[in-house]
């Protein structure tokens, strides 16, 4: 039997990336699973890291969402009842070696949360079996409870509508119903479709209920892809690099809002394929890209983590609280006329 005293565990898994130049040959070959980098692809890559600052800046936000919900999961003053711990999927802490710290130090119970808010067989579940590696190395016997998704979590949906509202309010008052809004999300290769991945509807969904509640009309709005990998194979489109110019030209948008919705923080595929890369696309046809934060350490989305971790610990009946995680699946919607992807 577990001890109801000892803190349940709460694994926050991210991405990961490199902390400096020297460390993108090693990350590389992770994502890559050890297949060679050609130099062109490594000296590219390298560069769109030099352009954003020589680092990722995704292990500092992580680390301030992790403290954003543990401080609503252990209220000051009173006995922690959780205990956080970060492993990344792609780069150190390693999931498995923080599965390892886990089991030293005696945790029994603990909830698993991506920090990607849609499943798909090639992200979340990737990370899930990283956890199940974890205790087949070091050998322990944790009871893991997953969040597999949110992605139409009610916080989630308001945190970026109000993200969409402040980019859209950027532009002056006269000449916002003009401005065309594109969410996107990380591509992947259209196989995925085939295969049954609820990846696409889930985006699809989270999308529709962002320009509903960021009042959009339907042809203020459409769907994008981006960052597809450097594979042969086709990825899911458009890309966003594509989708603007053609927005500029079939339709005569001049003004673009450009959210990422699959991602949670700011990192190299915002930081480089939108800011810089959809920028030169969209300056080169005298198109205006506004492009509003990630949500980073953003109030509503750190307490959905919390609520999320909470709702899932007790619904294994580990916590007595009434509060339950509102990631239940939605019905898929339909997309804008045009925006549908290849299967
Ligand atoms: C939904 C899936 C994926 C998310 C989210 C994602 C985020 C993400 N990716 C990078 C950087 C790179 N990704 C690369 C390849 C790659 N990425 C995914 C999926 C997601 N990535 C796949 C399926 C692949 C292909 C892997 C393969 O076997 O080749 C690469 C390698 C170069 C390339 O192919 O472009 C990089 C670099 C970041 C920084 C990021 C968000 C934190
Ligand atoms: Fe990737
Ligand atoms: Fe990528």
Same mark, same amino acid.
């Given at each position: 039997?577990?001890?109801?005293?000892?803190?349940?565990?709460?694994?926050? /898994?991210?991405?990961?990336?490199?902390?400096?130049? +020297?460390?993108?040959?090693?990350?590389?070959? @992770?994502?890559?699973?050890?297949?060679?980098?050609?130099?062109?692809?490594?000296?590219?890559?390298?560069?769109?890291?030099?352009?954003?600052?020589?680092?990722?800046?995704?292990?500092? *936000?992580?680390?301030?969402?992790?403290?954003?919900?543990?401080?609503?999961?252990?209220?000051?003053?009173?006995?922690?009842?959780?205990?956080?711990?970060?492993?990344?999927?792609?780069?150190?802490?390693?999931?498995?070696?923080?599965?390892? !710290? /886990?089991?030293?130090?005696?945790?029994?119970? =603990?909830?698993?949360?991506?920090?990607?808010?849609?499943?798909?067989? /090639?992200?979340?579940?990737?990370? !899930?079996?990283?956890?199940? =590696?974890?205790? %087949?190395?070091?050998?322990?016997?944790?009871?893991?409870?997953?969040?597999?998704?949110?992605?139409?979590? +009610?916080?989630?949906?308001?945190?970026?509508?109000?993200? $969409?509202?402040?980019? $859209?309010?950027?532009?002056?008052? @006269?000449?916002?119903?003009?401005?065309?809004?594109?969410?996107?999300?990380?591509?992947?290769?259209?196989?995925?479709?085939?295969?049954?991945?609820?990846?696409?509807?889930?985006?699809?969904?989270?999308?529709? *209920?962002?320009?509903?509640?960021?009042?959009?009309? &339907?042809?203020?709005?459409?769907?994008?892809?981006?960052? &597809?990998?450097?594979?042969? &194979?086709?990825? *899911? #489109?458009? !890309?966003? %690099?594509?989708?603007?110019?053609?927005?500029?030209?079939?339709?005569?948008?001049?003004?673009?809002?450009?959210?990422?919705?699959?991602? $949670?923080? +700011?990192?190299?595929?915002? *930081?480089?394929?939108?800011?810089? %890369?959809?920028?030169?696309?969209?300056?080169?046809?005298?198109?205006?890209?506004?492009?509003?934060?990630?949500?980073?350490?953003?109030?509503?989305?750190?307490?959905?983590?919390?609520?999320?971790?909470?709702?899932?610990?007790?619904?294994?009946?580990?916590?007595?609280?009434?509060?339950?995680?509102?990631?239940? #699946?939605?019905?898929?919607?339909?997309?804008?006329?045009?925006?549908?992807?290849?299967?």
């Amino acid at each position: 039997m577990p001890d109801p005293q000892k803190p349940i565990g709460v694994l926050f /898994m991210a991405y990961g990336g490199p902390e400096s130049l +020297d460390e993108i040959p090693g990350y590389l070959s @992770d994502i890559r699973h050890g297949r060679p980098t050609t130099t062109a692809v490594l000296d590219e890559i390298t560069n769109n890291y030099r352009q954003i600052g020589g680092k990722s800046p995704i292990m500092g *936000l992580t680390k301030a969402q992790v403290e954003g919900a543990m401080a609503q999961l252990n209220p000051p003053g009173e006995p922690e009842r959780f205990k956080a711990y970060l492993g990344m999927r792609h780069w150190s802490p390693w999931i498995e070696e923080t599965v390892g !710290q /886990m089991i030293d130090d005696g945790i029994e119970r =603990a909830v698993a949360i991506v920090l990607a808010p849609h499943f798909s067989s /090639m992200s979340i579940a990737k990370y !899930q079996a990283k956890i199940q =590696a974890g205790l %087949e190395l070091y050998r322990g016997d944790i009871d893991f409870a997953t969040v597999d998704a949110y992605y139409d979590a +009610d916080l989630l949906i308001e945190a970026f509508a109000a993200r $969409v509202r402040e980019a $859209v309010e950027q532009f002056p008052e @006269d000449e916002r119903d003009d401005v065309h809004v594109v969410l996107s999300a990380h591509s992947l290769p259209v196989r995925i479709l085939r295969e049954g991945d609820p990846y696409q509807d889930q985006l699809w969904t989270t999308a529709r *209920l962002i320009a509903e509640r960021a009042g959009l009309r &339907e042809d203020q709005w459409s769907w994008s892809y981006q960052s &597809e990998g450097r594979s042969p &194979e086709p990825w *899911l #489109g458009p !890309q966003l %690099e594509d989708h603007i110019p053609t927005l500029h030209e079939e339709r005569g948008v001049d003004k673009v809002v450009s959210l990422a919705i699959g991602f $949670v923080s +700011d990192h190299v595929e915002i *930081l480089y394929d939108i800011d810089i %890369e959809a920028q030169k696309a969209a300056k080169a046809m005298g198109v205006t890209l506004v492009r509003p934060p990630s949500l980073n350490d953003d109030a509503r989305f750190t307490r959905l983590l919390a609520e999320l971790v909470e709702g899932r610990a007790a619904e294994e009946g580990w916590i007595d609280s009434d509060v339950r995680a509102a990631s239940a #699946g939605a019905p898929s919607m339909p997309m804008p006329e045009g925006t549908a992807s290849p299967v």
